[in-house]
């Protein structure tokens, strides 16, 4: 999925109401992959890598990525969200996951409907 910082790897599915799950450091969507198997039936399930892992974009503040910014990664992942057609949504982050869904719900309080932390 592409956004203005670069491109985001997502994998999604399910119907019900947009879930986006942020996972911790160092790993990748798939940290979620049991987990989003048993939610799809009951939301639409969004699991990204974060910018800086996996297949997602490099962080253009840090090439070796695991330094930079909470904030520029959550406004990624809002414009992410937006993209695919969701203007609100329920995060849930794992580990360092949980650093950005923070950020992301007090910088886009009008975005973020819930947070949840692991």
């Known amino acids: 999925m592409g956004t203005k910082s670069g491109p985001i ?3 999604h599915g399910g119907s019900g109401p947009p879930l986006l799950l942020l996972h911790g450091h160092p790993r990748s969507h798939m940290t979620w992959g049991q987990v989003a198997n048993l939610l799809v039936a009951d939301f639409n399930v ?5 910018p800086g ?3 997602s974009y490099q962080p253009k503040d840090d090439p070796a990525s695991r330094y930079s910014s909470k904030r520029a990664k959550a406004k990624a992942l809002v414009e992410m969200m937006e993209r695919l057609g969701y203007q609100t949504f329920v995060v849930a982050g794992h580990d360092r ?3 950005v869904a923070f950020r992301m719900a007090m910088d886009h309080p009008d975005r973020v409907r819930k947070l949840i932390t692991v």
Do not use: H, I, T
Request: hydrophobic share 35%.
């Open 9 to 11: 790897r997502v994998r």
């Open 53 to 55: 892992f996996g297949r």
């Open 97 to 99: 996951g949980s650093l």
């Open 46 to 50: 969004l699991c990204p890598d974060l």
